[in-house]
């Protein structure tokens, strides 16, 4: 699935249209990658909200992920950070920690809070609290566990925003 889809999925809501400007702007440093899943989870998408209660999207995030780790391990995207944004908090961080060192994982309560300390959106809680009215739920914590390409690198997802920091760099080390 791709995680600009689902974030910019109720364009009404509070934060979409700043989401949806940053997506489209010179400032969004940022690649999103379409998975395969994308048109199976917009088809279930439409299927949930044809029909409340049904459920049909539950799992593909988790298949996207996966897809997207698949990808990682056979070299994809080796020479910049790779960032997994899960709504359930570091979803296996162990796994993730073991094979996929370099991984970046984060909860969306933490990208929502970062988004709202870069002034990108009013309120991280109001969007939360959007979320809740919807029927979905969030993780209680936040994850933030930045991915280690080497010894001593840490990388950031933060530097698209803007932020100076510890961006990964090829001179890093």
């Not at 889809?5 to 940022?30: H, M, N, Q």
């Not at 990682?72 to 960032?83: C, E, H, K």
């Amino acid at each position: 699935m791709n995680i600009k889809a689902e974030y910019l999925r109720f364009p009404d809501k509070i934060g979409a249209s700043t989401l949806a400007d940053w997506f489209e702007s010179d400032d969004c440093v940022i690649d999103v990658i379409p998975t395969p899943l994308l048109s199976a989870w917009e088809a279930a998408v439409s299927a949930d909200d044809a029909a409340p209660g049904s459920h049909q999207a539950v799992g593909l995030g988790d298949a996207a992920t996966a897809w997207l780790l698949r990808q990682v391990q056979d070299g994809f995207a080796a020479d910049s950070p790779t960032l997994v944004l899960t709504e359930d908090g570091p979803v296996d961080d162990g796994v993730l920690r073991d094979q996929f060192p370099e991984v970046h994982v984060l909860s969306t309560r933490a990208f929502l809070r970062t988004l709202e300390n870069f002034g990108l959106i009013v309120s991280a809680e109001a969007v939360i609290r959007e979320i809740a009215y919807a029927g979905r739920s969030l993780a209680r914590y936040m994850a933030d566990r930045p991915g280690r390409p080497a010894p001593g690198v840490r990388t950031t997802w933060s530097s698209g925003l803007g932020a100076s920091g510890e961006a990964l760099a090829p001179d890093a080390g």
